[in-house]
């Protein structure tokens, strides 16, 4: 079992900043780390991820604007955080993070990015 528990939402202007972060524990076993969006009566959407090997990876629609990145010095929390610029008003949306472990992803309970026009 893992636990993942994200922060960092809250409510921005259009052009401003957000740092998401997410903490999953315990961190033996975890692969990739992805964060994911969802809007009212969708599914989620990836939008950035990162696997264990330090490789990232975005959606076309955040490229130049979102990063991704991780914190490895702690050894019992593995901690991602997804650093979102130039935000636009079509970014508002629950964003979750996912720790993939073994055949399994964890989920977070999500926190809401709301971007103001």
């Known amino acids: 079992q893992v636990r993942v528990v994200e922060s960092g939402g809250g409510l921005v202007q259009a052009g401003g900043s957000l740092r998401l972060s997410c903490a999953a524990s315990p961190t033996s076993g975890i692969k990739d780390i992805g964060w994911y969006r969802q809007f009212p009566g969708n599914d989620r ?29 702690k ?22 993070c996912a720790a993939e472990h073994g055949p399994f992803e964890y989920w977070g309970q999500g926190t809401q990015v709301t971007v103001s026009s």
């Open 45 to 73: 959407e990836l939008v950035a991820s990162i696997s264990s090997g330090g490789s990232s990876n975005y959606a076309d629609f955040v490229k130049g604007r979102f990063t991704i990145s991780r914190d490895l010095a």
């Open 75 to 96: 050894d019992t929390v593995y901690t991602v955080y997804l650093q979102m610029n130039s935000l636009k008003p079509e970014d508002t949306a629950v964003y979750y």
